[in-house]
């Protein structure tokens, strides 16, 4: 079992920046991959980033160039920092590990306002 815990969610005026951290606890060994997804109301949920074990990433092409994914200085932590944000990034913003199972974590809340 994976456990996820994010952080880093808020408010923010359009054009600002907000960084969310993810934190995976448990059979971190069994991860391949993690990743941001987020669900705006009446939306269903996208992928934004995910990053490989090796350190490849991939990108929405909604934020390719405002968004970066990263992980920390351990493996089981993961970044995701957001630039020149949007109100249409407005969404609540889920962690995901990728392993023999998809794991999610419970979710944080980003809101930009025009």
């Known amino acids: 079992q994976v456990q996820l815990v994010e952080s880093g969610g808020g408010l923010v005026q359009a054009g600002g920046s907000l960084r969310l951290s993810c934190v995976a606890s448990?059979?971190?060994?069994?991860?391949?991959?993690m990743g941001w997804y987020r669900q705006a109301p009446g939306k269903q949920r996208e992928l934004v980033a995910t990053?490989?074990?090796?350190?490849?990433?991939d990108y929405a092409d909604s934020v390719k160039g405002r968004f970066t994914i990263s992980r920390g200085n351990t493996e089981n932590t993961v970044y995701l920092q957001m630039n020149s944000l949007k109100p249409e990034d407005t969404a609540v913003y889920y962690c995901?590990?990728?392993?023999?199972?998809?794991?999610w974590g419970q979710g944080t809340q980003v809101t930009v306002s025009s």
């Open positions: 448990g059979s971190i060994f069994s991860i391949n991959s």
């Open positions: 990053i490989s074990r090796g350190g490849s990433t």
């Open positions: 995901n590990a990728d392993g023999p199972y998809f794991y």
